[in-house]
């Protein structure tokens, strides 16, 4: 099993970026895919997540509304679209997999992921 998290970068404020997960070895529509982000120093934070069977989405009260989470089934890939970026964005992204039948309330505990990709560095210049 393998998450490969990608697309971070240097971004200004105001602007875009897209986040990839591509997954391998499971079947992530069987998965509910999670984005977290850390910054140096703090605890990881939960971002956003979506269970690919039922499309159904969760977000942080911080990035809603301009952060928008997806799944590609036939890529086996989970997409983090990042707009209206802010300084206090920039942080270490991490992609995660949690069983299906985690229940909606317990979406945002990363201690229920069962797989982590490696972080890919988002970063906001005011």
């Known amino acids: 099993v393998q998450l490969q998290a990608s697309g971070g970068g240097l971004v200004q404020a105001g602007g875009s970026l897209r986040l990839s997960c591509a997954a391998s070895?499971?079947?992530?529509?069987?998965?509910?895919m999670a984005w977290f982000r850390q910054e140096p120093l703090k605890e990881r934070e939960f971002v956003a997540a979506i269970r690919w069977r039922s499309n159904s989405v969760y977000y942080a009260d911080s990035v809603k509304g301009r952060f928008t989470i997806s799944g590609d089934t036939a890529e086996n890939t989970a997409y983090l679209q990042m707009n209206s970026l802010k300084p206090e964005d920039t942080a270490v992204y991490y992609c995660a997999a949690a069983r299906s039948s985690l229940a909606y309330t317990t979406w945002d505990r990363q201690r229920e992921y069962d797989y982590w990709g490696q972080g890919t560095q988002v970063t906001v210049s005011s």
């Open positions: 070895g499971f079947t992530p529509s069987r998965y509910i």
